[in-house]
């Protein structure tokens, strides 16, 4: 296998995530950003048990929507290996589904968002950066970010699903 795509989500915070810690990481964050500091010990910690909170479709319907547009795209690439990822709130992140698919052999990643409209900090901003850091961790592997969408086209999807109704 030398070819993957990876799908990448926004991410969706589980129902059950209790309120107090959500609150705690929501302040880390908010210092964090405003001091231009790294993550503290703290803050990292509650990330990570967020990402891999226990997840079903009733606590997380996100997620359960993102592995279903990801069940049906998978059959249409062929032999290419198939990840998905989140950008916040949920597990792997982009970083660790990249590592996965490289780990199987993938020497050219296609990264495609969920994300179809232009003035998004994940799909302007965030993915890139982080494309750019695999990029120089993994010079041997081809990255490609299939965005920004074709507006036109996105326009022609959204006008058909409304002549269903």
Avoid at 61 to 73: F, S, T
């Amino acid at each position: 296998m030398t070819r993957a795509v990876i799908l990448v989500g926004h991410g969706g915070l589980p129902t059950n995530f209790p309120g107090q810690a959500l609150g705690r990481l929501r302040a880390l964050q908010a210092i964090r950003k405003k001091t231009h500091a790294e993550p503290t010990a703290e803050e990292v910690e509650l990330e990570a048990t967020l990402r891999h909170w226990p997840r079903t479709p009733a606590i997380d319907p996100y997620q359960a929507g993102l592995e279903a547009l990801a069940a049906r795209i998978k059959p249409k690439l062929g032999d290419a290996a198939f990840a998905i990822a989140y950008n916040e709130f949920c597990a792997p992140t982009l970083e660790e589904a990249a590592e996965e698919v490289i780990g199987a052999g993938a020497r050219e990643i296609i990264v495609i968002p969920t994300m179809m409209t232009p003035g998004g900090s994940h799909s302007e901003i965030e993915i890139p950066e982080t494309l750019e850091h695999l990029r120089k961790a993994h010079p041997g592997v081809t990255f490609r970010y299939a965005w920004p969408f074709d507006l036109d086209r996105v326009a022609a999807m959204l006008a058909e699903q409304l002549e269903r109704f």
